[in-house]
């Protein structure tokens, strides 16, 4: 008999966030603001069963919020969120991408008020389009790299 080892355990109790894009689960750490004394699992480029490549986080003993899977949508729409309790899925919902952000990410243009040291909160409009663009509400500068934009 062969033996097989699972690549990552399950969690009795936590948040499992699916389909993540593959490469951007560090991202969505960052994001979550999650600190490294968590317990959790990451598989980057893990095999999709729906084909093509996909992260997936497991922390443990973390109930997400709908606020906090607003902010994983940010770097990852397509991610789906499993709350875990006593190891069965209890919930499951998809990441929303948020219409407004504020203050969490930062205008690219330097030259932007909310860059000035000025008591401006940044603020973001997802853009019309299904490209999932974040447009800043004061100089209209379009976000296209939105991981690199968030604030740590
Ligand atoms: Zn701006």
Redesign the pocket.
């Known amino acids: 008999m062969s033996e097989r080892y699972m690549k990552v355990e399950k969690i009795e109790h936590g948040t499992v966030i699916d389909h993540i894009m593959a490469g951007m689960a560090f991202d969505v750490i960052r994001v979550l603001g999650l600190q490294n004394d968590r317990s959790m699992s990451i598989l980057i480029n893990s095999h999709s069963k729906k084909g093509g490549k996909k992260d997936i986080l497991k922390i443990e003993n973390v109930e997400l919020s709908a606020e906090e899977a607003s902010r994983v949508a940010l770097v990852s729409p397509l991610a789906t969120i499993n709350i875990i309790a006593n190891g069965d899925v209890v919930k499951k919902f998809n990441a929303e991408a948020p219409r407004v952000v504020e203050g969490i990410l930062s205008?690219s243009?330097p030259n932007?008020i909310?860059n000035q040291n000025e008591p401006v909160t940044s603020e973001f409009h997802l853009g019309p389009d299904e490209e999932h663009r974040y447009i800043?509400a004061?100089?209209e500068?379009d976000i296209v790299d939105l991981a690199r934009q968030i604030r740590r």
């Open positions: 205008c243009n932007c909310s800043c004061y100089c500068r």
